[in-house]
Each structure stands twice: as structure tokens, then as C-alpha cells.
């Protein structure tokens, strides 16, 4: 009989196993066809990212008291997401600079992990660990990345976006040097996010990196604090999630057949990265709002330890 130890063990080595495979099957397929990443970016989106997304409903009920009032706020979010989807459609290069720009914020959501630092120090260190998904692609194999979105924008936004990127890696050298080397214990958890990021930018091409970053991590982890910071009387059966991700998912096929009747001219993949940015370019801006406002609670135990 497996001892507790052996069983954890076993269970290890059999997640390292897997993510390995995993891993090694990303790496051929994004190796194999150039627009992998693109796929599996959308696939992710439409599944996992719109689950994240949807359980906004959830932190609404949990943040806001009543039903009245989290039902007003919900018609705002999708009367905010309808509108920005409207207004920036005939935009899609606005669409993507205000995209890097917020992903960056939103990316970088603290929860508590850098508390020990100064004011000015924590909103510096969200802006870095928050623009390294979106920055690091277009710093490192921006060739491979102009290739695959020159269909869909032009070469002044990829201009634009090479921009911000060294801005993003001036204010990345600056952090290093005044805190992150200062500060290695307070710092951990940026340091993981950063190194981690570049791992996947080192491994993968820009988009698959993204679509790995995003769907694998950033939006599972989002499920699991959303879940975890519900209390136990208020935990959303399988049938309310369900129905929150249908809901969704009808959303996102509407937005992508509306959208499709404005990009007529572009190819299969053109339109897929129009139809992205467009989509999550609408469905961020409320949804940063809302997980701001959450942080606190989303922060779990790390901030009741701090406090």
C-alpha cells in the first residue's frame, strides 16, 4: 500500500508528466503551422477566457448587495461591452492600443503579492508584470509576429505597439535595478510571473506564448480565485455555470458573425485577429473595472496575512 508521501509523489511525477507532453505537443504544433497560435488563441478565448469572463456575474452578485442593484450593474457591463464592441469595430487599430494598454493594468492585478513595497513601487511593479505577455512577443521575434498580423492592421500600429514595448523595457530595466534585486522576497511573485512569461516567449512563437499565457494560466487562475473567494452558501452550482458560459459563448458567436460582415475583404485569419481584438478589447475594459473593484476580495488569504 502507497504511503502518503509515495501518493504525492506519484501524483507529482505524473503532473510533471503530463505538462510536459503537453508542452512538447504545443512546441510541434506551433513549429508545424504559423498560424497555430492564432487558432488556439481563439479556441481558448471562446472557452476557458469566456468561462473567466462570464464568472463576472458571480463577483457582481458578490460585490454589489442585492439583486436589483447587481442586475443594473450587469445591463451596464453588457451595454459597456455592446457599445465598445460598436464604436471600435470601424477601429481596430484604436482597439488594439487601448487593448495593450489595459491588459497591461489588468494583467499586473496585484492581489496582495507585493504589498511590502512603497505606494509607487507596487504601481510600478504591476505595469511590469502586467505588460510582459504583450510586450516580450513583439520585443523578441517581432518579424514573426508583424508576419502574421500585417493582414488585419497596419504597419503604423505594429509600429506603435514595437513603441510601447520599449517603454515597457526601459521601465522593466528601472524596477530590476531600485527594487526587484532589492527586494528579492517581497518581489517573488513578479519575479515568477516575469520569468515564467519569457520562458513561454523563449519556447513558443508570439501568439501561442499569448494563447498559452491567457488560457492556461491567466484565466484558470481568475476561475480559481473568483471560486475561491465565494462563501461557502453562495457557491454557484454547475447549472448556473453552465448557463453563464452559453450565455457567453452566444455573445462571442453573434459579435463574430456581426464582425464578420464588416471585414468582408479579410482572409480567415485576418478576420480572426480583428474579430479578437475587437471582442477582447470590449469585454476588458468592464471587466478590468469589475476585478479592480474585486481585488480585496480576490486576494484571499495573502491579504488577511499581510493584515
Known sequence: MLSTSNLKETVNLKWVVTVACITASLVWIDKASPTAGLWLLVLLTATVGFIHGALDVQLMRQRFSGMFVSGVVGLGYLAAVLLLAWLLSNHVDLALWLLLL??????????????????????????????????????????????????????????????????????????????????????????????????????????????VYFGLYHAPVHIWRVRRSQPAQAKMNRLSVAIIFVMTLMLSIILWQWLGLKFVASSEAGHAVRWLIVVLTALTLPHLVLVSLCSLMLSGERRNRIN
Open 102 to 211: 489595459m491588459s497591461a493594468w489588468h494583467f499586473g492585478e496585484p492581489y496582495a503579492r507585493w504589498d511590502g513595497l512603497p505606494f509607487n513601487a507596487q504601481v510600478l511593479t504591476r505595469y511590469v508584470v502586467g505588460g510582459a505577455p504583450i510586450m516580450l512577443p513583439v520585443l523578441i521575434f517581432p518579424a514573426n509576429l508583424g508576419l502574421l498580423l500585417q493582414p488585419a492592421l497596419s504597419a503604423q500600429t505594429l509600429a506603435v505597439w514595437t513603441w510601447l514595448a520599449n517603454g515597457w523595457l526601459v521601465l522593466l530595466l528601472l524596477w530590476v535595478l531600485f527594487y526587484g534585486l532589492r527586494s528579492l522576497y517581497v518581489t517573488r511573485y513578479a519575479w515568477a510571473d516575469l520569468i515564467g512569461v519569457l520562458i513561454l516567449n523563449i519556447f513558443f512563437s508570439p501568439v501561442m506564448a499569448f494563447a
